[in-house]
């Protein structure tokens, strides 16, 4: 296969872990579903391609991803998984909601965060420490996240699902 359209509709973990599969030597278009305009094709120009990583106030703890682009996650959710002894990395948007990625380059933008984040992570904690990752993020983001992971080289990650009727974030994957 030279080539590879995917068109993603799934819960994040599992689009993550697509993402694993695919990896991000093939060349692969992702695309993502858009509520307004509906559809699939990207927009020619975003509002803003600015993705922060936020790095933890101190150090110490179980290391922590968030993934806030479609939403924020407060620290609260997360302590009621993990408790509080954790070391919180952020990737963010400055406005987080549903329609925030809609071109390409919002795309590429997150694929280097990611890619800073793990390396970060990874720095701070080691190669073999368990990363425990709490997403909400677009379907796209979640394929991407997956595809940039090395599973030689970045650390082993517990991906979390919000689930409403277990009051919260799961082990998913």
Same mark, same amino acid.
């Given at each position: 296969?030279?080539?590879?359209?995917?068109?993603?509709?799934?819960?994040?973990?599992?689009?993550?872990?697509?993402?694993?599969?695919?990896?991000?030597?093939?060349?692969?278009?992702?695309?993502?579903?858009?509520?307004?305009?509906?559809?699939?094709?990207?927009?020619?120009?975003?509002?803003?391609?600015?993705?922060?990583?936020?790095?933890?106030?101190?150090?110490?703890?179980?290391?922590?991803?968030?993934?806030?682009?479609?939403?924020?996650?407060?620290?609260?959710?997360?302590?009621?998984?993990?408790?509080?002894?954790?070391?919180?990395?952020?990737? #963010? %948007?400055?406005? *987080?909601?549903? /329609?925030?990625?809609?071109?390409?380059?919002?795309?590429?933008?997150? +694929?280097?965060? =990611?890619?800073?984040?793990?390396?970060?992570?990874?720095?701070?904690?080691?190669?073999?420490?368990?990363?425990?990752?709490?997403?909400?993020?677009?379907?796209?983001?979640?394929?991407?996240?997956? #595809? %940039?992971?090395? *599973?030689?080289? /970045?650390?082993?990650?517990?991906?979390?699902?919000?689930?409403?009727? +277990?009051?919260? =974030?799961?082990?998913?994957?």
């Amino acid at each position: 296969i030279s080539h590879l359209s995917v068109f993603g509709f799934a819960p994040q973990p599992l689009l993550m872990c697509l993402g694993t599969c695919l990896t991000d030597i093939p060349d692969v278009d992702v695309f993502q579903l858009r509520r307004e305009p509906r559809g699939w094709k990207w927009a020619a120009a975003p509002s803003s391609s600015e993705v922060i990583v936020d790095p933890p106030k101190a150090a110490g703890g179980l290391p922590v991803l968030v993934v806030g682009i479609s939403g924020t996650i407060t620290i609260d959710r997360i302590w009621r998984v993990l408790g509080k002894d954790v070391n919180v990395w952020t990737v #963010r %948007v400055p406005s *987080p909601h549903n /329609d925030w990625l809609c071109c390409r380059d919002q795309l590429r933008a997150l +694929r280097r965060a =990611f890619r800073q984040v793990f390396d970060e992570i990874k720095a701070a904690h080691g190669q073999a420490t368990t990363i425990h990752v709490f997403p909400a993020m677009p379907i796209a983001g979640a394929i991407e996240f997956g #595809r %940039v992971r090395m *599973p030689k080289a /970045d650390a082993p990650m517990r991906i979390y699902d919000q689930v409403n009727d +277990r009051d919260g =974030f799961v082990p998913a994957i």
